[in-house]
């Protein structure tokens, strides 16, 4: 008898994982508390440099087990990928350039169990609060869906859930250029409230469609990167199609005008974000699986920035090359959040090609406040080769130009406004670095050992117990 081969979703993800061992995947069947203790025992594993997806099985209060770390690191995303760390970029960027319809089917197991108007409560949801000084429990990796009003488009997007009370969110972090912020804006000034889902627990590849920064239909997206049509469902109590095999779907209105403080909350950039007025969600409906995991994102550790990293290389890679045709990699390390820091990998070809180059990525995702651009003999994985080629290769007289009143991120905490550095904001002065030799000039060649002979030695030969 063959066996069914089943969607992929978030199930199918973790049984990979299992497969590949207790470096990839852990259970943890001790109950824990939702308040803080999750994050806690991440914490300590992080402090051990052990970074495997953490699944607790039981949960004071909830019949819901909690996963944590599905993307603790960038191996667990090429496995979602089939493939490997050093081809994800290129992986990823096939894909998202093969947009498929999603498949429309009447049922799925995101519908075993639906709760409805005033049988809905939140606090049903093993919601985690995570951090010391969080206002309270987050939903940190719920994909929200809305639909443009005027393309019929489905935007999705990840932003931070504040449970205020048992049928209402906080909908908290979407940036003013978002197109979130452009969607609830035309909702707002027709006086309409806007119909939205967020679903909870899927495959990796369909998250990651949230974080894309092209103006495509979102659910197109993620069949694209799945590498299959996903399979869509309609919602209960919305105007939306929603994934089948997610394992929770909350279903709401965000209404116009109206808003609730939300925060503090731990950010990406490892800072408490501030409270402020953010809009609300008005939930409707709930459906899950009979058997839901609730998938947590620990919004301490760097996979609240992984998360985001992916799609915006490809996205800075596809416009850099339509400006300098020689950029050969991009990457956007955790030491700047996945976000602000990005460095460039050029074949240089004429003089001032660097500075084009910098001054394309910066315009091309205004996250990035500091570019670093280098010659293509530098390894951009590693931040030592960055740092040493800054500290050979350039006179900053020349090297370094700013743009100063630029706009970036709201949760960049060193922003100022026009009226000074106080009081956050959104401007922050943007910083170049071109770290190319010059072009056509007689400089010093790297010193390394035979090419062929690193290529063909075999450390074992020499160093048995290394293996």
Same mark, same amino acid.
């Given at each position: 008898?063959?066996?069914?081969?089943? &969607?992929?979703?978030?199930?199918?993800?973790?049984?990979?994982?299992?497969?590949?061992?207790?470096?990839?995947?852990?259970?943890?069947?001790?109950?824990?508390?939702?308040?803080? $203790?999750?994050?806690?025992?991440?914490?300590?594993?992080?402090?051990?440099?052990?970074? /495997?997806? +953490?699944?607790?099985?039981?949960?004071?209060?909830?019949?819901? &087990?909690?996963?944590?770390?599905?993307?603790?690191?960038?191996?667990?995303?090429?496995?979602?990928?089939?493939?490997?760390?050093?081809?994800?970029?290129?992986?990823?960027?096939?894909? $998202?350039?093969?947009?498929?319809? /999603?498949?429309?089917?009447?049922?799925?197991?995101?519908?075993?169990?639906?709760?409805?108007?005033?049988?809905?409560?939140?606090?049903?949801?093993?919601?985690?609060?995570?951090?010391?000084?969080?206002?309270?429990?987050?939903?940190?990796?719920?994909?929200?869906?809305?639909?443009?009003?005027?393309?019929?488009?489905?935007?999705?997007?990840?932003?931070?859930?504040?449970?205020?009370?048992?049928? +209402?969110?906080?909908?908290?972090?979407?940036?003013?250029?978002?197109?979130?912020?452009?969607? =609830?804006?035309?909702?707002?000034?027709?006086?309409?409230?806007?119909?939205?889902?967020?679903?909870?627990?899927?495959? &990796?590849?369909?998250?990651?469609?949230?974080?894309?920064?092209?103006?495509?239909?979102?659910?197109?997206? =993620?069949?694209?990167?799945?590498?299959?049509?996903? !399979?869509?469902?309609? @919602? $209960?109590?919305?105007?939306?199609?929603?994934?089948?095999?997610?394992?929770?779907?909350?279903?709401?209105?965000?209404?116009?005008?109206?808003?609730?403080?939300?925060? /503090?909350?731990? $950010?990406?950039?490892?800072?408490?974000?501030?409270?402020?007025?953010?809009?609300?969600?008005?939930?409707?409906?709930?459906?899950?699986?009979?058997?839901?995991?609730?998938?947590?994102?620990?919004? =301490?550790?760097?996979?609240?920035?992984?998360?985001?990293?992916?799609?915006?290389?490809?996205?800075?890679?596809?416009?850099?090359?339509?400006?300098?045709?020689?950029?050969?990699?991009?990457?956007? /390390?955790?030491?700047?959040?996945?976000?602000?820091?990005?460095?460039?990998?050029?074949?240089?070809?004429?003089?001032?090609?660097?500075?084009?180059?910098?001054?394309?990525?910066?315009?091309?995702?205004?996250?990035?406040?500091?570019?670093?651009?280098?010659?293509?003999?530098?390894?951009?994985?590693?931040?030592?080769?960055?740092?040493?080629?800054?500290?050979?290769?350039?006179?900053? !007289?020349?090297?370094?130009?700013?743009?100063?009143?630029?706009?970036?991120?709201?949760? !960049?905490?060193?922003?100022?406004?026009?009226?000074?550095?106080?009081?956050? @904001?959104?401007?922050?002065?943007?910083?170049?670095?071109?770290?190319?030799?010059?072009?056509?000039?007689?400089?010093?060649?790297?010193?390394?050992?035979?090419?062929?002979?690193?290529?063909? =030695?075999?450390?074992?030969?020499?160093?048995?117990?290394? @293996?």
């Amino acid at each position: 008898m063959c066996e069914i081969e089943l &969607p992929k979703d978030l199930r199918t993800f973790l049984d990979d994982l299992k497969k590949r061992g207790p470096d990839w995947y852990v259970s943890v069947e001790k109950e824990v508390d939702s308040k803080y $203790e999750p994050v806690a025992l991440m914490r300590k594993l992080q402090f051990q440099g052990k970074f /495997p997806t +953490v699944m607790f099985e039981k949960v004071r209060g909830f019949k819901m &087990p909690v996963v944590s770390w599905v993307a603790s690191n960038f191996a667990h995303l090429a496995a979602a990928f089939d493939t490997t760390e050093d081809k994800l970029l290129a992986e990823y960027s096939k894909r $998202e350039q093969n947009m498929i319809p /999603p498949r429309h089917v009447s049922d799925g197991p995101v519908k075993e169990v639906i709760v409805r108007e005033d049988s809905v409560d939140l606090r049903k949801l093993p919601i985690i609060t995570s951090c010391e000084k969080d206002s309270g429990p987050y939903i940190t990796i719920g994909v929200t869906l809305v639909k443009d009003p005027e393309t019929g488009f489905v935007n999705a997007g990840v932003y931070r859930h504040l449970v205020h009370d048992k049928k +209402v969110l906080g909908i908290g972090g979407p940036e003013p250029n978002s197109r979130l912020s452009r969607i =609830m804006q035309k909702a707002e000034k027709a006086n309409k409230s806007l119909d939205a889902a967020i679903f909870i627990g899927h495959h &990796p590849a369909a998250i990651l469609a949230s974080q894309n920064k092209r103006w495509v239909d979102e659910t197109e997206l =993620m069949s694209g990167l799945l590498g299959e049509p996903i !399979d869509v469902v309609p @919602g $209960e109590t919305v105007d939306l199609d929603v994934p089948a095999w997610a394992e929770i779907i909350i279903e709401g209105k965000i209404p116009p005008s109206v808003r609730k403080i939300d925060g /503090p909350f731990a $950010e990406f950039t490892f800072y408490y974000g501030a409270p402020y007025e953010s809009a609300v969600f008005n939930v409707t409906a709930i459906t899950h699986r009979r058997d839901a995991i609730y998938h947590h994102v620990n919004p =301490m550790f760097p996979e609240h920035n992984i998360w985001g990293i992916l799609p915006r290389e490809a996205n800075l890679l596809r416009k850099l090359s339509a400006a300098v045709p020689t950029v050969k990699e991009v990457k956007l /390390p955790l030491a700047g959040c996945g976000r602000f820091l990005c460095y460039v990998k050029i074949e240089k070809s004429y003089e001032g090609q660097g500075k084009i180059a910098a001054a394309a990525a910066l315009s091309a995702d205004p996250f990035v406040k500091i570019v670093v651009v280098v010659d293509d003999d530098v390894n951009i994985q590693d931040n030592n080769e960055v740092l040493w080629a800054i500290a050979t290769r350039t006179q900053f !007289d020349q090297a370094l130009f700013q743009i100063p009143l630029a706009p970036g991120s709201i949760l !960049d905490p060193s922003n100022y406004t026009m009226k000074g550095r106080l009081g956050g @904001g959104n401007l922050n002065t943007k910083l170049a670095v071109d770290a190319t030799k010059p072009f056509g000039s007689s400089y010093p060649d790297r010193v390394e050992v035979p090419k062929k002979l690193l290529e063909t =030695m075999n450390l074992q030969e020499y160093l048995p117990s290394i @293996g």
